[in-house]
């Protein structure tokens, strides 16, 4: 089982006629969501509202096949984030957050220890950055790091993240990483003097076994070990990005997993690789391709 650990919310998206529409969103819901879909066992752990987006927040959960065993559920209102999409279908966004449901995960709320069967960590996202969620997770990180893949998503928020806290731990959390899965942008505020080329090698030399570059249209790129791979991304009428990374990451995940390659030691050769990023990079356009974070289920991926 993988047991994706962060925030679920709802956008509010803002339409270029000046309407607004509310859709669930959320990095690590979106993963949770994409990797159930894509046939993996998979625990959602956050902490949720019980008000009416929090119930149609686990109810989407569910429906896809994600477990809530490891979620919690509290009074406070849902976390909103406002996104607003330009003519391109590229996302841009605001959060409402002060007092409401995903930041208040606290160490409390966790399992003492995990099931045998939990093979991996997937954290990010605002999970980063609001407390006392984000330092929940870096101790669950560091406690966890040792017997299981730790997949990383920093998913960069600029605007949320201009403190040297977070700075401080995300590098903490980079280094406890096995797979660190970014945007170019991302990169960019990680390492701003060298390409993601050079930035991927340098997080490579802290002891991360792959990095991984999403490169929106372009596709993506792989570093792991002396290997380095880019991909084209399958072209696509893109209707929206939201959800689009988060896809992904989750197809990457999903693809180590049906072949087995689940473990804290990572290790695959070329080909393995090239196939990983293609078989991301499809969830990703097919997520693209419709409105709103939507990821694909497996027989699409096999239909394409």
């Given at each position: ?40 066992p ?29 979620a ?16 391109q ?13 995903a ?21 990010g ?15 669950l ?59 991927a ?13 999403t ?58 690789l ?31």
């Amino acid at each position: 089982m993988i047991v994706v650990c962060g925030e679920a919310l709802i956008d509010i998206i803002q339409n270029g006629d000046g309407s607004q529409r509310a859709a669930p969103g959320g990095g690590p819901f979106n993963t949770a969501r994409a990797l159930a879909r894509l046939g993996v066992p998979t625990a959602f752990l956050g902490h949720l509202s019980e008000d009416k987006f929090g119930r149609e927040l686990s109810d989407l959960l569910v429906a896809d096949g994600a477990s809530l065993e490891l979620a919690t559920v509290g009074p406070e209102p849902t976390t909103i984030a406002v996104a607003d999409v330009d003519s391109q279908g590229f996302a841009e966004y605001q959060f409402l957050v002060k007092g409401t449901s995903a930041p208040n995960l606290t160490m409390e709320m966790l399992p003492a220890e995990f099931a045998r069967d939990v093979s991996a960590l997937h954290v990010g996202t605002l999970g980063l950055v609001l407390e006392p969620m984000a330092s929940t997770i870096v101790e669950l990180v560091q406690r966890e790091r040792d017997g299981r893949l730790i997949m990383l998503d920093p998913n960069i928020r600029i605007g949320l993240t201009d403190d040297f806290d977070y700075r401080d731990r995300l590098n903490t959390l980079i280094s406890a990483s096995t797979i660190v899965k970014a945007s170019d942008s991302d990169l960019a505020w990680i390492h701003a003097d060298c390409d993601y080329t050079e930035a991927a090698d340098r997080i490579l030399g802290e002891g991360v076994r792959m990095v991984v570059v999403t490169l929106g249209a372009d596709g993506a790129f792989g570093a792991h070990r002396d290997l380095r791979i880019r991909v084209a991304a399958p072209p696509v009428e893109v209707v929206d990005t939201i959800g689009a990374g988060d896809a992904f990451g989750a197809g990457l995940l999903a693809w180590l997993y049906d072949h087995d390659l689940i473990r804290p030691e990572l290790s695959l050769d070329e080909d393995e690789l090239r196939s990983a990023l293609a078989y991301a990079c499809l969830a990703a356009s097919l997520t693209c391709a419709r409105g709103g974070a939507d990821p694909p289920w497996k027989p699409e991926m096999a239909e394409v």
